[in-house]
Protein backbone atom coordinates (compact mmCIF):
# COMPACT_ATOMS: atom_id res chain seq x y z
CA UNK A 1 0.00 0.00 0.00
CA UNK A 2 2.82 2.33 0.42
CA UNK A 3 3.17 2.81 -3.51
CA UNK A 4 -0.54 3.86 -3.52
CA UNK A 5 0.14 6.39 -0.30
CA UNK A 6 3.23 7.82 -1.97
CA UNK A 7 1.53 8.54 -5.38
CA UNK A 8 -1.79 9.61 -3.72
CA UNK A 9 0.53 12.12 -1.59
CA UNK A 10 1.97 13.82 -4.76
CA UNK A 11 -1.41 14.36 -6.25
CA UNK A 12 -3.97 17.90 -6.12
CA UNK A 13 -6.11 17.52 -3.23
CA UNK A 14 -9.08 18.75 -5.92
CA UNK A 15 -8.35 16.25 -8.71
CA UNK A 16 -9.53 12.98 -6.79
CA UNK A 17 -10.22 11.49 -10.36
CA UNK A 18 -6.40 11.57 -10.83
CA UNK A 19 -5.86 9.40 -7.82
CA UNK A 20 -8.57 6.83 -9.14
CA UNK A 21 -7.16 6.35 -12.38
CA UNK A 22 -3.66 6.12 -11.02
CA UNK A 23 -4.82 3.13 -9.20
CA UNK A 24 -7.18 1.18 -11.43
CA UNK A 25 -6.26 2.67 -14.56
CA UNK A 26 -4.78 1.08 -17.47
CA UNK A 27 -6.08 -1.79 -19.67
CA UNK A 28 -6.21 -4.68 -17.66
CA UNK A 29 -7.37 -3.51 -13.47
CA UNK A 30 -10.75 -2.74 -14.09
CA UNK A 31 -11.07 -6.05 -15.44
CA UNK A 32 -9.06 -8.14 -12.87
CA UNK A 33 -11.54 -6.33 -10.68
CA UNK A 34 -14.75 -7.17 -12.90
CA UNK A 35 -13.69 -10.98 -12.85
CA UNK A 36 -12.87 -11.01 -8.95
CA UNK A 37 -16.54 -9.33 -8.41
CA UNK A 38 -17.54 -12.79 -9.42
CA UNK A 39 -15.76 -14.58 -6.65
CA UNK A 40 -12.16 -15.78 -5.60
CA UNK A 41 -10.06 -16.72 -8.18
CA UNK A 42 -6.76 -18.38 -9.28
CA UNK A 43 -3.87 -17.02 -11.46
CA UNK A 44 -4.89 -19.31 -14.18
CA UNK A 45 -8.45 -18.60 -14.14
CA UNK A 46 -7.91 -15.14 -14.95
CA UNK A 47 -5.13 -16.12 -17.00
CA UNK A 48 -7.94 -17.93 -19.41
CA UNK A 49 -10.79 -14.90 -18.28
CA UNK A 50 -8.28 -12.51 -20.02
CA UNK A 51 -7.03 -13.99 -22.87
CA UNK A 52 -4.38 -12.06 -24.35
CA UNK A 53 -2.94 -10.94 -21.12
CA UNK A 54 0.28 -12.09 -20.99
CA UNK A 55 1.36 -14.04 -17.62
CA UNK A 56 4.33 -11.37 -17.01
CA UNK A 57 1.30 -8.02 -17.23
CA UNK A 58 -0.92 -9.94 -15.51
CA UNK A 59 1.54 -10.58 -12.57
CA UNK A 60 2.50 -7.40 -12.98
CA UNK A 61 -1.24 -6.21 -12.46
CA UNK A 62 -1.93 -8.74 -9.52
CA UNK A 63 0.63 -7.55 -7.42
CA UNK A 64 -0.14 -3.08 -7.84
CA UNK A 65 -3.71 -4.23 -7.07
CA UNK A 66 -2.49 -6.09 -4.08
CA UNK A 67 0.14 -3.54 -3.34
CA UNK A 68 -2.86 -0.78 -3.67
CA UNK A 69 -5.15 -2.90 -1.31
CA UNK A 70 -7.56 -3.81 -3.69
CA UNK A 71 -6.77 -7.44 -3.83
CA UNK A 72 -6.07 -10.12 -1.43
CA UNK A 73 -3.41 -12.84 -2.80
CA UNK A 74 -3.46 -15.96 -0.39
CA UNK A 75 -0.57 -18.68 -0.72
CA UNK A 76 -1.59 -22.34 0.58
CA UNK A 77 1.45 -24.14 1.35
CA UNK A 78 0.64 -27.06 -0.84
CA UNK A 79 2.34 -29.59 -3.20
CA UNK A 80 1.65 -27.68 -6.39
CA UNK A 81 1.59 -24.49 -4.68
CA UNK A 82 -2.07 -22.78 -4.95
CA UNK A 83 -2.53 -18.88 -4.59
CA UNK A 84 -6.30 -17.33 -4.80
CA UNK A 85 -6.90 -13.64 -5.53
CA UNK A 86 -9.80 -12.32 -4.15
CA UNK A 87 -11.27 -8.42 -3.57
CA UNK A 88 -10.58 -6.48 0.09
CA UNK A 89 -13.10 -4.60 1.01
CA UNK A 90 -11.59 -1.32 -0.39
CA UNK A 91 -11.68 -3.25 -3.96
CA UNK A 92 -14.90 -4.19 -3.40
CA UNK A 93 -16.73 -0.57 -3.11
CA UNK A 94 -15.50 -0.50 -6.82
CA UNK A 95 -18.25 -2.46 -7.99
CA UNK A 96 -21.37 -0.17 -8.27
CA UNK A 97 -18.44 1.93 -10.50
CA UNK A 98 -17.79 -1.03 -12.33
CA UNK A 99 -21.45 -2.46 -12.59
CA UNK A 100 -21.90 1.15 -14.07
CA UNK A 101 -19.32 1.18 -16.16
CA UNK A 102 -19.94 -1.89 -17.90
CA UNK A 103 -23.71 -0.97 -18.45
CA UNK A 104 -22.04 2.07 -20.34
CA UNK A 105 -20.33 -0.30 -22.13
CA UNK A 106 -23.30 -2.70 -22.99
CA UNK A 107 -25.42 1.05 -24.18
CA UNK A 108 -22.77 2.20 -25.84
CA UNK A 109 -21.92 -0.79 -28.15
CA UNK A 110 -25.61 -0.74 -28.91
CA UNK A 111 -25.55 2.78 -30.51
CA UNK A 112 -22.88 1.83 -32.40
CA UNK A 113 -24.89 -0.99 -33.63
CA UNK A 114 -27.60 1.38 -34.53
CA UNK A 115 -25.21 3.61 -36.17
CA UNK A 116 -24.08 1.07 -38.40
CA UNK A 117 -27.39 -0.32 -39.29
CA UNK A 118 -28.38 3.36 -39.90
CA UNK A 119 -25.74 3.84 -42.43
CA UNK A 120 -26.16 0.53 -44.23
CA UNK A 121 -29.85 1.57 -44.93
Known sequence: ?????ERV???ADYCNTE???SIVGGKWK????MYLLQGTKRFGEL???LSTI???MLTR???ELEDDGLIRRTSYPEVPP???YSLTATGQSLEPLIRQLDAWGHRYRGELHELAAQEEA
Do not use: K
Open 54 to 56: THR
Open 19 to 21: VFL
Open 61 to 63: QLR
Open 47 to 49: RRA
Open 30 to 33: LLIL
Open 1 to 5: MRRAR
Open 9 to 11: EEM
Open 82 to 84: RVE
